[in-house]
């Protein structure tokens, strides 16, 4: 890297750093109240929270895990970008505003409503901190990746210090600012990816003359497989001659991410406590719509994105080549989106290369930032308001009180995302993303579903939901090639350690539906009957009323 490259990238860093700790200290100025912590106090409009979910979600696995999966494998990559984008519709349909009317603040005050509070709370404040440290992993990961690339750095040490500074920002993002600082740089970077993505979109079309099928032909040619790039089998359900079973597992294996996908964001928690940052339902259903033309249209422009790098980046550059030593050149493909900014400025020496691949970094850093912020504020209030504030001080805590605890837990979150996300580097953030939505729809789908569609539903349903659904996400995967046995697993092949005997990287095909049936099971197999509460909630989730008042459960 040119040392005009270097600088520039840390320049904008710096500006945006501190553009965004200049937002959280107004923010932290501004609130009043737990609310305004937890919630924002519900005052933000459907534009704006559209824009915040729209950043929550459009991150380092959309920006550059997706463009890398598609640039390396063509049309399998394009796969997580349409299961990310058919999730909003159940989430809109199934989610949004029921969940709206009948909580407050996490996604445990709906499921408790009518359950016995402390085995409930608890268990849906257990699966927020999993969930949301999961998706953690995937974001500070590609933090490390994209910064050691615009700074030069080659040293694995230094991504770790780069993750190490991603975890104490988004530390000091929450504690200081909460929901509305949070919400505020959201917002802010989501329109500054949404601008970059147009900009470097125009410039891959540029190129080709406005021609899709140009751009094909030249990703598919330097892709190296011909029109094969272009077709299904490039990285799932690939047919391997003289092994029928493997296959057949490979097959399986899209069946069941592609399961999660679409079910995992109906369950993501920081997802989930953004319908409470608005005043009303019907401001929640506009944010929905706000969000779903966002994500759309940058998920449109992935394809752009992803097959504009494969066609202009050269392929050992992208991760398939090998260095002069042997060693793989960045083999998960999370840098490609940065790459392609780089040729599209005119390629590396060059001062609009320079320039390009700065400022592309320096918002999709930017964008790694606000979600992280968005997945510790989540799993903290979880913590604070379901676990500490209604478990452990049995509801006598005050509003300070709770506030603390929850910036005790955002402290103790973050760092134990750092440790686990300098443990991950070698994997994909989609990939690790994917992981993430397979363990959300497990655990905390099934309990939210069955809360509000199911008359008799009880307590031990919603415990067996939770804990079943997470449990087996969770042993799964330590059972398979993600944790140990493979060459890009969790655990090195050099270690020794090898209890790879479950073929499947994503269990979402066989753990979301044992989270539906563990829910069914200890519904039945309880006394317990909570069907005279279920009309109360089933009149909140329809109309909102009675907002803020206690319910009457035990």
Known sequence: MTVDTTLLATSLFVLFILVTLFMVYRANQQSKKSSD????????????????????????????????????????GFLYSIGFLVAWLLALLLVAEPLRNSGRFTMGDVVSFRMSQRPVRTAAATSTVIVSVFYL????????????????????????????????????????????GTSY?????????????TAMTVMVLWNFNFD??????KAAEMSGQGMAFLEPGGRFGVDIVGDPVATLIGKIDLI???????????????ILIRFYTVPSSKVARKSVNWAIGNIGAFYLMTIALGFGAAALVPREVLGMGLNDDGSVVNRSGNVAAPQLALELGGGAGSLGGAIMLA????????????????????????????????????????????????????LVIGLLAIVLAISAQGLNVAFLVGLAFAIAASG????????????????????????????????????????????????????GIDINIFPLRNPGLISIPF????????????????????????????????????????
């Open 444 to 495: 905390n789908l099934p309990a939210v579903l069955l809360t509000m569609f199911w008359k008799r539903f009880n307590t031990r349903g919603a415990v067996f939901a939770i804990y079943g659904g997470l449990g087996a996400a969770l042993f799964l995967l330590i059972l398979s090639p993600n944790f140990t046995g493979a060459a890009n697993s969790f655990i090195p092949l050099e270690t």
């Open 256 to 270: 069941s991410l592609a399961l999660a996908l679409v079910l995992g964001t109906a369950g993501l928690p920081h």
């Open 212 to 217: 899709l099928t140009g751009l094909l032909d």
């Open 515 to 554: 989270g539906f049936f563990m829910g069914w099971l200890g519904t039945v197999t309880s006394n317990e009957n909570t069907s005279a509460y279920y009309a109360e909630l089933e009149v909140r989730s329809l109309t909102g009323a009675d907002i803020g008042k206690p319910s009457s459960n035990k």
């Open 359 to 410: 400022f592309i970094g320096a918002i999709a850093f930017a964008v790694i930032l606000a979600t992280v912020s968005g997945l510790t504020l989540a799993s903290s209030t979880s913590f604070a308001h379901d676990l500490y504030a209604k478990v452990i001080r049995k509801g006598k805590a005050t509003e300070a009180e709770e506030v603390r605890a929850a910036r005790v837990a955002a």
């Open 185 to 197: 740089v959201q917002i802010t970077q989501a329109f500054l990816l949404i601008t970059g993505a």
């Open 137 to 180: 992993l995937a974001q500070m990961v590609g933090a490390g990746a994209l910064v050691a690339l615009l700074l030069g750095f080659t040293d694995p040490a230094a991504k770790n210090w780069i993750i190490v500074g991603v975890g104490l920002l988004m530390i000091l993002y929450v504690t200081v600012g909460g929901m509305r």
């Open 37 to 76: 912590f937890f919630n924002a106090g519900g005052s933000l409009n459907g534009f704006q929270n559209g824009l915040a979910i729209s950043a929550d979600y459009m991150s380092a696995a959309s920006f550059l895990g997706i463009a890398g999966l598609i640039s390396l494998f063509g049309f399998d």
